[in-house]
Nanobody
Framework: QVHLVESGGGLVQAGGSLRLSCAAS????????MGWYRQAPGMQRELVAR???????NYADSVEGRFTISRDNAKNTVYLQMNSLKPEDTAVYYC?????????WGQGTQVTVSS
């Protein structure tokens, strides 16, 4: 069992920045992938960014060039740097850990971008 705890959400004006953190209770080195997802009210949860074994990353088209996912294996922590935030980025952001045969989610952190 791996517990994920997100932090760093909050209220920011459009054009601003936030950095989300996801601290894992276990090693993230053995994870196939670590990712960030988001869910806006009335919408399905969607992939925002993902970093897989070996360091390759992929992003949703809507955040490409504005968001950066990174990981610190020594701290078992994954980050999401979000720049040039837009009101449409408003959502609950969830951390995800894919350990090949099991998957874990954090409790989510709210990000609200005001116009």
């Amino acid at each position: 069992q791996v517990h994920l705890v997100e932090s760093g959400g909050g209220l920011v004006q459009a054009g601003g920045s936030l950095r989300l953190s996801c601290a894992a209770s276990g090693s993230i080195l053995s994870a196939n992938a670590m990712g960030w997802y988001r869910q806006a009210p009335g919408m399905q949860r969607e992939l925002v960014a993902r970093i897989i074994t070996g360091g390759r990353t992929n992003y949703a088209d809507s955040v490409e060039g504005r968001f950066t996912i990174s990981r610190d294996n020594a701290k078992n922590t994954v980050y999401l740097q979000m720049n040039s935030l837009k009101p449409e980025d408003t959502a609950v952001y969830y951390c995800n850990a894919d350990y090949w045969d099991s998957e874990y989610w954090g409790q989510g952190t709210q990000v609200t971008v005001s116009s």
